[in-house]
């Protein structure tokens, strides 16, 4: 055998294996990505009070919510009402987090004079089904129906935004094609 035909072996087989190993990470990364680590209420207390992210939480009456998804699934959430203001915004948090990464957000926004609902994303938080995280995808069908539930239980006159970090945000601009 030839050098050149060693040296064309010798590549395919690096080759081979590097597409081999590239498949198995993403194999594994797009599982850390589909279905996060789901931080604990305590855990994520514990972060936010570490980070020094929980001045404020006090002054916040949290009322606990439950969201109806079409397809039966159910997302945990909470509000807070600034009382004589109408005006209102769903915070959405970002990918790996939950509605308590969230919660710095409702201080600064009853500060404003502005009432807050937060709530977990799919697979997040507090939810109990497990269910794919499809990066703003299905979440953003979930938020046009959380509009629509806040909507309902608030009324149709209350003037309504939108927030969200990293994923959360992508989901706020993603709904917008459904309204």
């Known amino acids: 055998m030839e050098l050149y035909q060693i040296l064309l072996i010798v590549i395919g087989c690096l080759l081979f294996v590097s597409f081999v190993v590239i498949f198995f990470i993403s194999i594994f990364v797009t599982r850390k990505i589909v279905y996060p680590h789901r931080y604990t209420k305590e855990e994520q207390d514990l ?29 945990n959430g909470d509000y807070n009402i600034v009382p004589g ?13 939950s509605r308590e990464g969230a919660r710095k957000y409702s201080v600064l926004f009853k500060e404003l004079g502005i009432s807050t609902i937060i709530y977990d994303l799919r697979n997040h ?21 959380v509009i629509n539930q806040v909507y309902d239980k608030f009324g149709k006159d209350i003037i309504l935004g939108l927030q969200g970090v990293s994923m959360g945000a992508s989901t706020s601009i993603m709904v917008l094609k459904y309204n």
């Open 125 to 145: 938080g507090l939810n109990l089904q497990n269910s794919p995280v499809l990066m703003g995808y299905q979440e953003s069908k979930d938020l046009n129906e």
């Open 47 to 75: 972060y936010n009070k570490k980070m020094g992210y929980d001045k404020g939480f006090e002054t916040l009456e949290r009322n606990k919510i439950v969201f109806k998804m079409s397809d039966g699934y159910e997302l």
């Open 85 to 97: 203001s109408n005006v209102f915004c769903i915070l959405t948090h970002g990918h790996g987090s």
